[in-house]
């Protein structure tokens, strides 16, 4: 199965793998090759990133690419297909960079990797922390 690896849980992997439950890394590991990282994530850190907040990325956008292709992970380009799947979504969730990875994960036949338990209320296939 492919995985399509949220922005914090790319973040933790690359960074700091202890904070992901071992069932997840244990996927994570299983899927090896399999692992991507959406083009949408580098846009959300490259945005939040020299906000500077305590939750900010710990890198930036360019940082972030690096780290993701240094850690094996291959990195999802967005689509027209995918752009255009977020207006099918139900607006259950507002984080237009989560509903743009779920648009990707769903179009993309992948299963989304995720901390955010709201996105449980979409009907595509999550791995989480629950």
Do not use: C
Request: hydrophobic share 50%; aromatic share 10%.
């Amino acid at each position: 199965m492919k995985l399509l690896l949220d922005t914090h849980v790319a973040i933790w992997a690359a960074t700091t793998p202890e904070r992901i439950p071992p069932h997840i890394q244990d996927a994570i590991v299983a899927n090896s090759g399999s692992i991507w990282v959406s083009a949408a994530a580098v846009w959300e850190i490259s945005i939040k990133h020299p906000l500077m907040r305590p939750d900010a990325p710990p890198f930036s956008g360019y940082e972030a690419v690096i780290e993701f292709q240094a850690t094996g992970f291959d990195l999802l380009d967005v689509t027209p297909e995918h752009a255009a799947f977020v207006e099918r979504l139900p607006l259950l969730h507002a984080d237009p960079f989560d509903r743009l990875m779920l648009a990707q994960a769903i179009v993309e036949g992948m299963q989304f990797v995720t901390y955010d338990r709201h996105l449980a209320q979409y009907d595509v296939a999550l791995l989480t922390w629950q």
